[in-house]
């Protein structure tokens, strides 16, 4: 089992950047209910209100809207610093999409980075970056191991979020190194479930819209690229046992069971149960659409006893549930 650190147990005062977001709102409803004290950070440029609308009210959560990439301030001590700002989806059509907003996906990758953790050293506080397998690029190794160091474009349509992220990993271990910060890195994988954006044309949310509106499923390519796609409970888990462990180097959270995008949109079109079929087309996403993708999950076991546990059916049901709910069907 993991290592825990001296903060188990503790109630903490957390910072978390991108709480109005997909995964932050999750972070941050799991660590209130961990009863710690949270402070959500957002500039609402990909988040929503309505993801931690729920939250206003409750004492132990504050609200604080900024952009990371400016000075930080916040009031009081804090005892752990999460950075999970930044855009995350690679679609060119979507306005959220990072290669529409390069120079904010940049900022909040080494602006926003240098600023939380110059916060976190100031407050001698655990520092977590939410980092990604976009850091491994188009992979030639497979499956990713957290010491491969990956093979990326510096200057192709992905990089702007690549590149950012392989730098505020460089700049972790830099005040790790240089000035002792208690810092950890978890390169997330593919992830899904409830508040996920549902336009932002990525592959869960494209094909579970086509699906219930009753349409073919557009698969880029041969659909025989993968992807492993992990439940937003197991990731939350997770990155809950690695901030609370003694953990400094990158741990790999996700789903290690791997499926071709052929498959993974049958699954959802069965699933859902219109049945319209897919439709294939011809060019690729990108030049630079990684072909695999699927993480080593052998140091997550090890350092942190964690594993997931959500099946694909059992998550794509939930989320699935949540489309309907967002659309009134
Ligand atoms: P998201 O778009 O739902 O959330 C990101 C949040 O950050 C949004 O609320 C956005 O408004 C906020 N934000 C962006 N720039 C900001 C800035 N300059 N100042 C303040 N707030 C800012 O995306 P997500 O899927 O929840 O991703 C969260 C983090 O996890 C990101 O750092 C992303 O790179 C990482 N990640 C996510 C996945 C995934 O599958 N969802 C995979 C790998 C890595
Ligand atoms: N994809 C697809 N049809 C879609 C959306 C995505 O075939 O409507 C493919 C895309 O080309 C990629 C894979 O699905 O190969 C996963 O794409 P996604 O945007 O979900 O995330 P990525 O893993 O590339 O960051």
Known sequence: MAAKSILIGANMRILITGA???????????????????????????????????????????FIRHDVSNYIYVPGKLDAVMHFASPASPNPKSPIGYPNLPIQTMKAGALGTHNTLGLALANKARFMLASTSEIYGDPQEHPQTESYWGHV?????????????????ALTMAYHRFHGVNTT????????????????GRAVANFIQQALRGEKLTVYGD???????????????????????KEHDPVNIGNPEEITIEQFAREIDDL??????????????????????????????????????????????????????????
């Open 153 to 169: 474009d510096p200057i192709g349509e992905r990089s702007v979020y690549d590149e950012a992220k392989r730098f505020a990993e």
């Open 20 to 62: 109005a977001g997909f995964l932050g709102s999750h972070l941050c409803d799991r660590l209130l209910a961990e009863g710690h004290e949270v402070v959500g950070m957002d500039n609402f440029v990909t988040g929503k209100r309505e993801n931690i609308a729920h939250l206003s009210g409750n004492e132990n959560f504050r």
């Open 272 to 329: 859902v149960g219109k049945k319209a079929g897919l439709t294939f087309l011809k060019e690729m996403r990108f030049s630079g659409d990684p072909q695999r993708r699927q993480p080593d999950i052998t140091r997550a076991k090890k350092v942190l006893g964690w594993e997931p546990k959500v099946s694909l059916r059992d998550g794509l049901t939930k989320t699935v549930a949540y489309f309907k709910q967002e659309y009134g069907l």
């Open 223 to 245: 659909g025989q690229q993968t992807r492993s796609f992990c439940y937003v409970d197991d990731l939350i888990e997770g990155i809950y046992e690695l901030l609370m462990s």
């Open 185 to 200: 890195i978890v390169r997330i994988f593919n992830t899904y479930g409830p508040r996920m954006h549902t336009d932002d």
